[in-house]
């Protein structure tokens, strides 16, 4: 630690190291400015290690912090949901791993109780040790799952109780219960694993559909235009600037488009895989015989995050729009104490990566694992009123009719009516689609154990979510919902984003939902 500590804090000061040896060069210390920033965050770091110190008993796990203000946090044993087993690049050459324990806590902006530097053997034997502990003597824990179920997810109904195959998901052959998965290369109780998804180096095709790379090169020339400030170098000054520029005089507009085109689409594309193969590489989904959620991926970063079975409160399937049009989907954990913030967080409750949508689904029934589940996953949803139409058709048409009476505006003035005219044909008939589409997502349904809603149309997400996890109820009425007889519901839970919404549905079908999903709970407060 004593070595990564100061690699990762001098990471991290890249940008200021860079604008102090700039500066500095203009009274020719910049080196030595530089050396000294690097000194303290060494030093720093150095303190931040000798000032750490954790013990794990029988009934806790202890983490004291801190030099100038110490800061000990303590989690109990029984108030342990996941655990995420992080590997970074020097982690992995010196044998070492970060774990981060889940408590279900709902700030996911605190680092929590993390615990950096344990033998990467030590740390998977930790989290084997904390989340498959032995029940207190007469009791069993509330909503564990026994035993696995395979569904037919056309059929809506229980096959046969087995194990997946550990082969092939996608294989509709029968397969021996009996088998055993692929033992890991590494010795324990995670030989037992059943394997239920394993990444198919094929769906990397989907990866330029994410548009994952457009962010990645927004993040690149953010990064590229702060050096450029910082070092006070002009890019007019540049070769490659200049013959680009000569070139762009040299050609007619719509060359320049077609070639401006191709070239952003290729390059955001390349990145899109690469950030596919970093995040996703060698992913696996397994279950522990206890009952325990496993996946693992990364390609330079190795990580692995466990969830307790009985912390599972449901599964989103999400489709933006482009991977819409190629029939993927990514598949997403609902569970208490999952960290889902920012950074490599993000990937911590994908339970299956961007892959074919029937895979998504069928991996969904999986991980439910209830006889439910499979109509969770698929089954036909409640369409919404007429009047939710309508909003969302006000909501899309208003505004680009707005739009295109600027388009057509400005056609004029430039000489150029029937550009302007078309323009604003297009973008009144996209917004029109647009309303529709978003009318098109919406439903919602109770399936057994699983209240399921469905929303969006940029990003459609089908949430289904135990109605045992469900907590509590928000109904919520604005001006022009109350108009039209509509309302919003939602139901809370302390898993993943806290509240799953059911937009513009009618106030007698929000009674019949929150009535079928929590039975008694409402009835005290309706009038007779």
Known sequence: MLLIHPVREAIRYIPVLIGVFFAGNSNGNGHWWSVGVLAVVIVLAGVRWATTRFQITADQVQLRTGLVRKRTLVTPIDRVRTIDVTEHALHRVLGLAKVAIGTGTADHKKEGLVLDGLGAREARALRAELLHRSPPVGSSPAGHRSG??????????????????????????????????????????????????????????????????????????????????????????????????????DSPWWAISLQAGIAVIVVISLLSIVGYLLAFWNFRLTRHPEGTLHTSRGLITARSTSIEARRLRGVELTEPFLLRLVRAARLSAIATGLRTGRGSDRTAAVLAPPS?????????????????????????????????????????????????????????VLGQSAIGIAAAVVILVSAAWLGTDRYRALGHAVFGPFLVSRSGSVVRRRVALERDGIIGWNLHRTFFQRRVGLASLAATTAAGRQAYLITDISLDESVTVITAATPGLLEQFLLT
Do not use: C
């Open 356 to 412: 074919p949508r029937r895979i998504a689904e069928r991996t969904g029934a999986w991980v439910l694992d209830d006889p439910g589940a499979p109509a969770a996953m698929t089954g036909t949803l409640s369409p919404h009123p007429a009047a939710a139409r309508r909003r969302r058709l006000v909501r899309s048409t208003v505004p680009a009719a707005v739009v295109s009476a600027g388009v057509i505006a400005l056609g004029v």
């Open 148 to 249: 696995y179920h395979r569904y037919d997810l056309t059929a809506a109904r229980t096959v046969e109780p087995t194990s997946p195959p550990a082969d092939d998901l996608t294989s509709a052959a029968t397969f021996d219960p009996t088998a055993k998965a692929r033992p890991e290369p590494w010795a324990g109780a995670e030989q037992d694993e059943q394997e239920l998804l394993r990444l198919d180096p094929s769906w990397v095709r989907y990866a330029p559909f994410t548009l994952s790379g457009l962010l990645t090169a927004a993040a690149i020339l953010g990064f590229a235009w702060n050096v450029l400030n910082q070092s006070s170098v002009k890019p007019g000054s540049l070769g490659a600037v200049r013959s680009t520029g000569r070139h762009l005089r």
